[in-house]
């Protein structure tokens, strides 16, 4: 298969590195033409000594992507819309591997792209995937979600399968990109508390009670309950909560250590989705009226700029609630 890949960042370049070993052909574009110059001379834009296989090359022409039939859309979810309001892609099947909800809109990635585009397969591939770890061929597992043919899913699912890259099919596409978008609102909440030295029994209950407070806004947006407690969900949270690498926790750590947001970002040099996310969030947890602390409380943190021990000390004084109330 030819596939075209919408962002030549980590994530995109993985998706091609991964795509390449499996004996396809891919396309990356990029605006970057930096990173344009470095794939195209066979080199990873942004691990060092890293070859790339053969097989992936780069275009900073947008136009390109409407000739390819299998089209990966890795960019930041907020530039989503722009660039794909200036394709017209025609029957292809297009896979959104991007992780965030629209700012106003609330909307989801694959939502967007059936917006912008008339002729459109979607799916969505989510799931615990650091794009470093994904680059170098170590294991992995990750979800496909499709809300259409399940013959077309399966398809794409033996063509992205691998030993070090298992693929799941879930048809809950509400669900899988909703758990990619939520978790890393709840990665920044983890990494405030690990930042101001709260320890590993905070991590784990915001950990925990991050997975009620996502299935809770999930179920209202139409999403299945159990889908939280898959790869998607549950998985992504932990691995994004938890890790180093994770760019969500990073910033909620450098908050917690007396950064702002404006200086951690400035820090990270690259785009934290959660940061993002968590304004199309916490307006439409309060327009549904879904209850939702922790995202309230990262929220005024990150958003509004309120003064975080009075945000957590309120967060603290909360009245206790049943454990499983949605």
């Given at each position: 298969?030819?596939?075209?890949?919408?962002?030549?960042?980590?994530?995109?370049?993985?998706?091609?590195?991964?795509?390449?070993?499996?004996?396809?052909?891919?396309?990356?574009?990029?605006?970057?033409?930096?990173?344009?110059?470095?794939?195209?001379?066979?080199?990873?834009?942004?691990?060092?000594?890293?070859?790339?296989?053969?097989?992936?090359?780069?275009?900073?022409?947008?136009?390109?992507?409407?000739?390819?039939?299998?089209?990966?859309?890795?960019?930041?979810?907020?530039?989503?819309?722009?660039?794909?309001?200036?394709?017209?892609?025609?029957?292809?099947?297009?896979?959104?591997?991007?992780?965030?909800?629209?700012?106003?809109?609330?909307?989801?990635?694959?939502?967007?792209?059936?917006?912008?585009?008339?002729?459109?397969?979607?799916?969505?591939?989510?799931?615990?995937?650091?794009?470093?770890?994904?680059?170098?061929?170590?294991?992995?597992?990750?979800?496909?979600?499709?809300?259409?043919?399940?013959?077309?899913?399966?398809?794409?699912?033996?063509?992205?399968?691998?030993?070090?890259?298992?693929?799941?099919?879930?048809?809950?596409?509400?669900?899988?990109?909703?758990?990619?978008?939520?978790?890393?609102?709840?990665?920044?909440?983890?990494?405030?508390?690990d930042g101001l030295g709260f320890g590993y029994n905070a991590r784990?209950?915001?950990?925990?009670?991050?997975?009620?407070?996502?299935?809770?806004?999930?179920?209202?947006?139409?999403?299945?309950?159990?889908?939280?407690?898959?790869?998607?969900?549950?998985?992504?949270?932990?691995?994004?909560?938890?890790?180093?690498?994770?760019?969500?926790?990073?910033?909620?750590?450098?908050?917690?250590?007396?950064?702002?947001?404006?200086?951690?970002?400035?820090?990270?040099?690259?785009?934290?989705?959660?940061?993002?996310?968590?304004?199309?969030?916490?307006e439409l947890t309060e327009k549904m009226n879904i209850y939702a602390?922790?995202?309230?409380?990262?929220?005024?943190?990150?958003?509004?700029?309120?003064?975080?021990?009075?945000?957590?000390?309120?967060?603290?004084?909360?009245?206790?609630?049943?454990?499983?109330?949605?």
């Amino acid at each position: 298969m030819e596939f075209f890949i919408l962002g030549g960042g980590r994530w995109g370049t993985a998706l091609g590195v991964h795509l390449a070993r499996r004996g396809h052909s891919v396309l990356i574009y990029d605006v970057n033409e930096e990173a344009v110059r470095r794939i195209n001379e066979g080199l990873h834009p942004y691990l060092r000594d890293f070859e790339l296989p053969r097989g992936i090359s780069a275009t900073s022409e947008l136009g390109e992507a409407e000739a390819f039939r299998e089209v990966i859309c890795a960019l930041p979810t907020q530039a989503v819309r722009e660039v794909f309001s200036r394709l017209k892609l025609r029957g292809a099947r297009v896979i959104s591997a991007s992780k965030g909800l629209e700012i106003h809109t609330f909307r989801r990635v694959t939502e967007i792209i059936k917006e912008t585009q008339e002729d459109v397969e979607v799916f969505a591939l989510s799931g615990p995937s650091f794009a470093e770890e994904v680059s170098k061929g170590l294991p992995t597992a990750v979800v496909l979600a499709y809300e259409g043919s399940a013959d077309s899913a399966r398809e794409l699912q033996r063509e992205l399968n691998a030993e070090n890259f298992r693929i799941y099919l879930n048809d809950d596409i509400a669900g899988v990109e909703l758990g990619g978008a939520l978790k890393n609102v709840i990665a920044i909440a983890c990494g405030i508390s690990d930042g101001l030295g709260f320890g590993y029994n905070a991590r784990a209950a915001l950990i925990t009670r991050g997975l009620v407070e996502m299935t809770r806004i999930g179920v209202r947006l139409g999403a299945r309950r159990e889908t939280f407690f898959g790869l998607s969900g549950v998985g992504d949270l932990i691995l994004t909560a938890t890790s180093d690498l994770s760019r969500n926790r990073t910033f909620g750590f450098l908050l917690g250590q007396g950064c702002s947001p404006e200086e951690a970002l400035g820090r990270i040099g690259q785009v934290v989705e959660g940061a993002k996310t968590v304004v199309a969030l916490a307006e439409l947890t309060e327009k549904m009226n879904i209850y939702a602390p922790i995202t309230s409380a990262v929220y005024r943190v990150v958003v509004k700029g309120e003064d975080l021990k009075e945000v957590l000390r309120e967060m603290l004084l909360r009245s206790p609630r049943e454990e499983f109330l949605l």
